[in-house]
């Protein structure tokens, strides 16, 4: 079976309902009540959004969406694409059009960038450490409610792979399901039986439960909580069929020690629910109205 998804498509209108709702929040019942009172109507603008640190690029559909939903007449030139590397102050993207519009637009924009940039590199972090290794970093269900399809993309962009998106795309059994069961073995055949159409991950935290669970032949096995050197042992009990995962207090200053020991892939949960925004800036500055009358031309 594959290690995990290494692509993901998300649809313009998944997009768009996203940024709708933001906006929404944002804006409020009156607008930016603020930019409406100090900035004419008529007044042209040019942005530029930078990054203070380096990082990862991901959301930048978000950005566009945040802008053309908030009004009408704004272009964006981005200067790099998701997935790139970014300098400190570097050039995202420069918007220009109506001042109201990119004022208005400017903080949901930048929480999308910000937030899925921070992902993004976060992930492309851990996928460095353990470079030249044959694991790969996967990322788990611990994601923002209402945002993972955002999230996982945005790990796909930093170098990741996702885990399963819902808990309808696979099967992990851990041990509440274990102890509802009965036992390791049991909580498999439960599985296989209810759907073998999916893959059946099953959690284990000692070797003796990895052994139970190899003679029964789930198609992945997480090894939960467990040091290097006890991964390296349990990988000597595994198939090479099965797929092995790592997973639990593992960090950049570690992960490659677990990547070394042949897993297949390492679980970071940290890589969405603990991820830092990348810190980004905009500078909006006005256009003289005889200069946008000249663009316009």
Same mark, same amino acid.
């Given at each position: 079976?594959?290690?995990?998804?290494? $692509?993901?498509?998300?649809?313009?209108?998944?997009?768009?309902?996203?940024?709708?709702?933001?906006?929404?929040? /944002?804006?409020?019942?009156?607008? &930016?009540?603020?930019?409406?009172?100090?900035?004419?109507?008529?007044?042209?603008?040019? @942005?530029?959004?930078?990054?203070?640190?380096?990082?990862?690029?991901?959301?930048?559909?978000?950005?566009?969406?945040?802008?053309?939903?908030?009004?009408?007449?704004?272009?964006?030139?981005?200067?790099?694409? /998701?997935?790139?590397?970014?300098?400190?102050? /570097?050039?995202?993207?420069?918007?220009?059009?109506?001042?109201?519009?990119?004022?208005?637009?400017?903080?949901?924009?930048?929480?999308?960038?910000?937030?899925?940039?921070?992902?993004? =590199?976060? =992930?492309?972090?851990?996928?460095?450490?353990?470079?030249? $290794?044959? @694991?790969?970093?996967? *990322?788990?269900?611990? $994601?923002?409610?209402?945002?993972?399809?955002?999230?996982?993309?945005?790990?796909?962009?930093?170098?990741?792979?996702?885990?399963?998106?819902?808990?309808?795309?696979?099967?992990?059994?851990?041990?509440?399901?274990?102890?509802?069961?009965?036992?390791?073995?049991?909580?498999?055949?439960?599985?296989?039986?209810?759907?073998?159409?999916?893959?059946?991950?099953?959690?284990?935290?000692?070797? &003796?439960?990895?052994?139970?669970?190899?003679?029964? *032949?789930?198609?992945?096995?997480?090894?939960?909580?467990?040091?290097?050197?006890?991964?390296?042992?349990?990988?000597?009990?595994?198939?090479?069929?099965?797929?092995?995962?790592? !997973?639990?207090?593992?960090?950049?200053?570690?992960?490659?020690?677990?990547?070394? =020991?042949?897993?297949?892939?390492?679980?970071?949960?940290?890589?969405?629910?603990?991820?830092?925004?990348?810190?980004?800036?905009?500078?909006?500055?006005?256009?003289?109205?005889? !200069?946008?009358?000249?663009? /316009?031309?």
């Amino acid at each position: 079976m594959p290690l995990g998804l290494s $692509t993901l498509t998300l649809p313009a209108p998944l997009i768009n309902e996203a940024v709708k709702n933001a906006l929404l929040e /944002d804006l409020g019942r009156a607008g &930016d009540i603020t930019t409406l009172a100090t900035i004419p109507e008529e007044a042209r603008a040019e @942005a530029v959004i930078r990054a203070r640190h380096q990082g990862v690029v991901a959301g930048m559909e978000f950005v566009r969406s945040s802008f053309s939903q908030t009004g009408p007449g704004v272009t964006i030139d981005f200067k790099m694409n /998701d997935g790139a590397v970014i300098q400190p102050n /570097d050039i995202f993207a420069v918007i220009r059009g109506p001042a109201q519009i990119i004022l208005s637009a400017e903080r949901v924009a930048l929480n999308y960038l910000g937030h899925l940039s921070g992902i993004a =590199t976060a =992930t492309a972090k851990f996928v460095d450490r353990i470079k030249g $290794t044959h @694991a790969r970093i996967t *990322c788990t269900r611990k $994601t923002t409610p209402g945002l993972r399809l955002l999230e996982k993309k945005a790990v796909i962009h930093g170098g990741g792979i996702n885990h399963r998106m819902d808990l309808a795309s696979g099967m992990l059994i851990k041990e509440n399901h274990i102890e509802g069961s009965g036992s390791i073995s049991d909580a498999i055949h439960a599985c296989f039986q209810y759907n073998r159409d999916v893959w059946v991950e099953v959690e284990c935290e000692t070797q &003796d439960e990895v052994k139970e669970a190899v003679q029964v *032949c789930p198609d992945i096995i997480l090894l939960d909580n467990m040091t290097p050197e006890q991964v390296r042992l349990c990988r000597q009990l595994v198939p090479d069929s099965i797929l092995l995962e790592a !997973s639990g207090n593992i960090t950049l200053d570690n992960a490659r020690l677990y990547a070394e =020991t042949g897993v297949n892939r390492i679980a970071i949960g940290a890589i969405t629910h603990s991820a830092t925004a990348l810190d980004l800036s905009m500078l909006v500055q006005a256009i003289p109205m005889n !200069s946008a009358a000249n663009d /316009d031309s």
